[in-house]
Nanobody, 125 residues
């Protein structure tokens, strides 16, 4: 059983930065593909970024490319999302997710079987 706990959200002005954290247990972060998704009020949950098991290739949504960076710390068994140049449209609840099966799309929420409780990010204009 894998457990992921996300944290680090908050309130920030446009142009500011935040770093989200995801602490994992039950499996090492290098042996599972892990991702961040977000859900804004009234909208569907959407893919933000993923880091693949093993070598750690990274994938990003076009809307965050160049501004967000996903990374992992194997020693602490944690994953992070560094968010820079934040915009009001980045306001959402952010969820850490993990998947243990191989294959399928990294971009689809339905491929992930473990989820954090979510952390709120609010960006003011």
């Amino acid at each position: 059983q894998v457990r992921v706990v996300d944290s680090g959200g908050g309130f920030v002005q446009a142009g500011g930065s935040l770093r989200l954290s995801c602490a994992a247990s039950g499996r090492t972060v290098s042996s599972a593909t892990m991702a961040w998704f977000r859900q804004a009020p009234g909208k569907d949950r959407e893919f933000v970024a993923a880091i693949r098991y093993g070598a750690g290739s990274t994938y990003y949504a076009d809307s965050v490319k160049g501004r967000f960076t996903i990374s992992r710390d194997i020693a602490n068994n944690s994953m992070y999302l560094q968010m820079n140049s934040l915009k009001p449209e980045d306001t959402a609840v952010y969820y850490c997710a993990a998947r243990t099966r191989i294959g399928g799309s990294y971009y689809s929420q339905y491929e992930y079987n473990y989820w954090g409780q979510g952390t709120q990010v609010t960006v003011s204009s």
